[in-house]
């Protein structure tokens, strides 16, 4: 099923942006907080190519229904929102970044995109990794994988359950990823037991032919108070 979804559809137009995506509580800091899992500059053909195509999945309330497609969105801050700012010093609230956005420079760093399936429990990240992610010369680092597969399976995670937190993550890197190159991260829901989301996750390359690497992690359901020291 993953690879099958990875070569539905052909392009569509260029930059053409979801016309919906999942509704989130409101935000904290501004009224329009940025997305950062939209096309600029630094996005290759083929990540405007698979943008377009899951983004097509997503655009209608029908296909919504049937195809059960969303983008998710993804902003640089979430510390001031989880905590309610109510434990953090004030220099960490001001400081405190998303890992994974806190790279400026378009194309450097992490570009991706999460599209969710909430009916069917799974998502495909897109992923197109920037120069400042080197590991072995020319391809990407073991831990900067490590880093995408935590978030996109901890973003299904959060979707379906709610805050939580990953307790445990099992790697297996099968080839090696070369740096600027687009690749899908498919995740799964494999069980659940009470706090327990058991998940597992494939890097493949864009057309589905080459596995990357493979995964299984394990989300534990959280109480964010008790995270916070309440
Ligand atoms: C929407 C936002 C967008 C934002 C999108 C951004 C997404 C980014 C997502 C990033 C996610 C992260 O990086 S999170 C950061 C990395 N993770 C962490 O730092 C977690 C550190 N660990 C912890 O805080 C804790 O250990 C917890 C919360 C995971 C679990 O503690 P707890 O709540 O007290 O639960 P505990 O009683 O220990 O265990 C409950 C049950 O789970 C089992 N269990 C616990 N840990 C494990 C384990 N490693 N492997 C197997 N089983 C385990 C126990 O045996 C028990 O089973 P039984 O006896 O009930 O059968």
Redesign the pocket.
């Known amino acids: 099923m993953w690879r099958a979804a990875s070569r539905l559809g052909a392009a569509v137009g260029p930059g053409r942006q979801p016309t919906r995506a999942l509704a989130m509580s409101p935000w904290p800091f501004s009224a329009t907080p940025r997305d950062y899992s939209v096309p600029n500059e630094s996005w290759s053909r083929e990540m405007r190519r698979l943008f377009d195509h899951y983004s097509c999945l997503c655009d209608t309330e029908e296909q919504q229904q049937s195809a059960g497609w969303c983008k998710f969105p993804s902003y640089n801050r979430?510390l001031k929102h989880a905590a309610g700012g109510k434990y953090l010093s004030k220099m960490v609230q001001a400081k405190a970044r998303?890992f994974t956005r806190n790279i400026e420079e378009p194309g450097a760093g992490f570009e991706y995109a999460v599209f969710l399936n909430k009916q069917e429990k799974t998502s495909v990240t897109i992923f197109q990794p920037g120069h400042l992610l080197e590991g072995p010369p020319g391809h990407l680092h073991g831990g900067a994988i490590a880093t995408i597969i935590?978030?996109s399976t901890?973003?299904l995670a959060?979707?379906l359950l709610g805050p939580s937190?990953?307790?445990?993550l099992n790697i297996n890197y099968r080839s090696p990823i070369p740096l600027g190159n687009v690749v899908l991260i498919h995740c799964k829901v494999d069980q659940t037991e009470?706090?327990?989301t058991f998940m597992s996750c494939q890097i493949t390359s864009s057309d589905g032919d080459k596995l990357h690497t493979e995964a299984t992690g394990?989300f534990?359901s959280?109480n964010l108070g008790r995270l916070f020291g309440a």
């Open positions: 979430s998303l935590d978030s901890g973003t959060g979707a937190m990953t307790a445990n009470g706090r327990k394990l534990l959280i």
